[in-house]
């Protein structure tokens, strides 16, 4: 029980209600259902970049070229349709983000797996050479008046209708994207055989090894898929915003990678849970989206978020260090 | 001759035309205690890894359970029943004690997905078998080293072993969790299975095996019953030569100051009233198990661990002692057991290394260092200790770890402290260079300087010191003179409990 107490996930979840009941007291409007709808619009996209996140720091790498993959999927699907077939039904627009988005991704695969490049600097330079590349030869001008109307009725479209004392709120079906996203993530991780040898390969790649693991399978399924899935939720940004922007999302990626590390996953690999991830991204976005409501300016919102970033995961590691101390002692 | 488990002939080895291997002859009984020692380098790892099918052979013939492999690859000897357990276990610190030792077995099957049921069948069955109970949801990173050695040795019995061979089984064990894994060694030796140890650290070898097999420069020089060696023929069995042992003797001179007087030194829970002197020129050792407190004597005299009682004098002054700073201005130098990540810049140059601690003092008028007198400086220590090396310019960690703990020396001798307080002087360190930083030992004493040994080596007590304070549970219960006592009368105080 204590254990669970002094679990990461414990300590991010307390910190999210504690946050919820000081924002709601002083502002009721924070409990109504439209405030949840929006947060949980505001998490869609976060959340299922965050998956893809999650599963790269567990093997012990890192990527932050995924938002140059969301937005290179968004804008190159998006002049496919309007090329092509502008009449193309939303469905056929996530497949080809998709598509898009794993294939840049099997390019950082390629450079991690086959010449053992750090995880950092492969990422960091396709971060640039994509969205270079998309702004280069792609195109650089906002698609915004007309995008496929595809894209305009999905992000019309309800999922759940609530009457509110004014108006009424709407629930977003993009969220079902993100639960199913979240949902196979937490299958693969704990009941694949895969998802464990991600487990392992961050805990110890040279045991991996010896164990018959064959590690640059592993690492081409990992970047390929946080590519496929960087590639959706990238479409479901531009649907939700009815605009395909090539400079969107770019410099974003690491208020991503804090939510993961928040929810508990170590940069050092090996650790991280679905749970914990999202409840870091929970907690972000309330951070990100509420502190408004109780009146606090939106340039000091980036500061809180620091302040929470810097105390959630200094926290843990301080409490690690005082248990390492006293374990010095006695084991000499 | 019937019963062989493991038979290998005339195996030569070479890589990119290093003899490593020069006809290797050995033989492997079922349910025996085997014990592969030698020198590093010898050719004991390239064997170990041809047994495990890791490497191929050039040449010879091995037998398993009378079966003869042309070739054989790790697959094959893990059918065939051989296991090896490496140095770090290659276990996962991140994962529960049930899936790592399932993990094996789960990819053996084929499996695609975890059944976590299953795991822990086979985690359960496992570990039932050697008769330990591990919590299984504990992550390995979690339990102790001898724990972790018990699921690396339970994860091998699940693939069916009837060889299992240890890499260093016993380094890191305290002698208590040494002797618990024997217990269960021995409980597997009577189903049948067979070990072999590969180690080079002499005294526990013989107490535990009944098969020596000494390997020098790539052979097998010898080899029979472990009854028939003591400690003096493996080491002239190892090196080819008599390496004399002679120990140091010392009387202070009549009312000579201490060099170092140590008062009811008291810290936390680790050190209780510690009293003793240290006079110039000479050597006492320091000795206990792990958790005696006599690492943190050591780091207490550094200005590491903060005293909570006594005072230390040093040449008949007081000195308070509080900081790693204030222990380097009274002349105290520490050579830390870990010397890998506490001693050196291994990716830095040998002679910056030396250096280091001194390049304050080799500065110039105008604060600049002439690369002419580092180089004297550097030339001078790689010489005076013998540091075998092509270039000092290369990096620390291209040297052997006896030419590494030399250099560790050298960075403290060039600052010229009055007390040395050595932690382990020669662990991970060949025998040959093991006595030869004995001498060093001795001749710094007799130049003067003061040595305090920590080790529990106790070969290498009784030859160095001319006193030796046992410690056990933070206190100092019996000073010995080692011209008093035996290696067997020192180990049994040692555990005594």
């Given at each position: 029980m204590n254990r669970i107490l002094r679990s990461n996930e414990a300590l991010v979840a307390i910190t999210i209600v504690f946050l919820c009941l000081f924002i709601g007291l002083r502002n009721?409007?924070?409990?109504?259902v439209g405030n949840l709808f929006d947060l949980l619009r505001s998490s869609i996209v976060m959340g299922i970049f965050a998956m893809g996140v999650l599963i790269v720091i567990i093997s012990g790498g890192i990527d932050v070229s995924f938002t140059a993959i969301a937005v290179f999927a968004l804008y190159a699907t998006t002049k496919l349709l309007l090329a092509f077939?502008?009449?193309?039904?939303?469905i056929v627009a996530f497949v080809i983000a998709a598509l898009i988005g794993l294939g840049l991704g099997l390019i950082n695969a390629f450079f991690i797996a086959r010449f053992k490049l750090p995880t950092l600097i492969v990422t960091l330079g396709t971060l640039s050479m994509f969205h270079g590349f998309l702004l280069f030869?792609?195109?650089?001008?906002t698609i915004r008046r007309?995008?496929?109307p595809a894209l305009t009725s999905f992000a019309r479209s309800t999922l759940l209708t609530v009457p509110q004392t004014r108006g009424v709120a709407n629930l977003h079906p993009g969220i079902l994207i993100t639960i199913g996203v979240v949902i196979f993530v937490w299958l693969l991780l704990s009941y694949t055989m895969l998802g464990r040898s991600i487990y392992a390969l961050g805990g110890s790649r040279e045991a991996a090894e010896r164990a018959g693991f064959n590690i640059a399978r592993i690492q081409y399924f990992i970047y390929g898929f946080v590519g496929l899935i960087s590639g959706i939720a990238g479409m479901t940004f531009g649907s939700l915003a009815r605009q395909a922007n090539p400079?969107?999302?770019?410099?974003?990626e690491l208020s991503v990678i804090a939510a993961v590390v928040l929810g508990?996953?170590?940069?050092?690999?090996?650790r991280g849970t679905v749970i914990g991830t999202l409840l870091g991204v929970i907690l972000v976005v309330i951070a990100n989206n509420s502190l408004i409501l109780i009146g606090v300016p939106s340039v000091w919102q980036r500061v809180v978020i620091g302040i929470i970033i810097l105390v959630g995961t200094g926290a843990p590691a301080i409490q690690a260090k005082r248990a390492g101390n006293a374990a010095f002692g006695l084991a000499e | 001759m019937a019963e062989e488990l493991l038979r290998l002939t005339n195996i030569h080895k070479s890589f990119a035309g290093v003899h490593?291997?020069?006809?290797v002859d050995i033989v492997i009984e079922p349910g025996k205690i085997h014990c592969l020692v030698g020198e590093n380098g010898c050719g004991k790892s390239t064997l170990i890894k041809i047994i495990a099918g890791v490497y191929e052979r050039d040449q010879g013939d091995i037998m398993i359970r009378g079966k003869s492999y042309p070739q054989l690859h790790p697959i094959d000897a893990i059918r065939a029943g051989i296991q090896v357990i490496y140095q770090d276990f290659?276990?996962?610190?991140?994962?529960?004690v049930a899936e790592n030792i399932a993990l094996n077995e789960e990819l053996a099957e084929g499996r695609?997905?975890?059944?976590w049921r299953h795991v822990r069948e086979i985690a359960q069955e496992a570990l039932a078998k050697i008769d330990v109970k591990i919590?299984?949801?504990?992550?390995?990173?979690?339990?102790s080293v001898a724990n972790k050695q018990l699921i690396a040795i339970s994860k091998a019995l699940?693939?069916?072993?009837r060889l299992i061979i240890m890499d260093?089984?016993?380094?890191?064990?305290?002698e208590r969790e040494i002797r618990s894994l024997l217990e269960i060694i021995h409980g597997l030796q009577e189903q049948g299975i067979a070990f072999l140890f590969v180690s080079h650290k002499l005294n526990e070898v013989l107490a535990v095996s009944e098969k020596m097999i000494v390997m020098r420069n790539g052979r097998i020089v010898s080899t029979g019953d472990?009854?028939?060696?003591?400690t003096a023929r493996l080491i002239f069995e190892m090196t080819g030569q008599k390496i004399a042992q002679r120990s140091y003797r010392f009387t202070p001179e009549e009312g000579s100051t201490p060099l170092l007087r140590a008062s009811n030194l008291k810290a936390d829970?680790?050190?209780?009233d510690v009293s003793f002197d240290l006079y110039k020129g000479e050597i006492v050792g320091v000795t206990g198990l792990l958790g005696s407190g006599r690492t943190e004597l050591a780091l207490a005299l550094f200005g590491m661990l903060p005293l909570d009682a006594g005072h230390i004098e040093v040449e008949g002054k007081a000195a308070k002692i509080d900081s790693v700073q204030k222990a380097v201005a009274a002349g105290i130098g520490y050579v830390p057991?870990?010397?890998?990540?506490?001693?050196?810049?291994?990716?830095?140059?040998i002679g910056n290394n030396i250096v280091v601690r001194t390049i304050d003092q080799l500065r110039g008028a105008l604060g600049l260092t002439s690369p002419a007198q580092v180089n004297g400086e550097i030339t001078e220590w790689v010489d005076r200790l013998r540091i075998?090396?092509?270039?000092?310019?290369?990096?620390?960690?291209?040297?052997s770890g006896g030419n590494q703990q030399r250099v560790v020396l050298a960075k403290w001798l060039a600052s010229s402290p009055k007390i040395m307080v050595l932690n382990?002087?020669?662990?991970?360190?060949?025998i040959g260079s093991k006595n030869e930083l004995h001498d060093l030992i001795k001749q710094l004493a007799g130049e003067g300087m003061g040595l305090l040994v920590i080790s529990d080596d106790i070969p290498e007590l009784l030859q160095t010191c001319n006193r030796i304070l046992l410690l056990r549970d933070g206190r100092i219960v019996d000073v010995i003179l080692p011209e008093a006592t035996t290696e067997n009368e020192l180990a049994a105080k040692l555990i005594e409990e």
């Open positions: 009721p409007v924070f409990f109504t077939s502008p009449e193309a039904p939303i030869a792609i195109g650089n001008q007309d995008v496929p400079q969107d999302m770019v410099g974003t508990g996953a170590q940069l050092t690999g090996g | 490593a291997l020069r006809g290659s276990l996962f610190p991140n994962l529960t695609r997905l975890v059944s919590p299984l949801n504990a992550r390995v990173e979690e339990v699940l693939n069916n072993a260093e089984p016993t380094s890191a064990l305290t472990a009854e028939e060696y003591d829970e680790t050190l209780n057991e870990d010397r890998l990540t506490e001693g050196l810049f291994l990716e830095q140059a075998k090396t092509p270039d000092p310019d290369l990096p620390v960690k291209t040297l382990g002087p020669t662990v991970g360190v060949d």
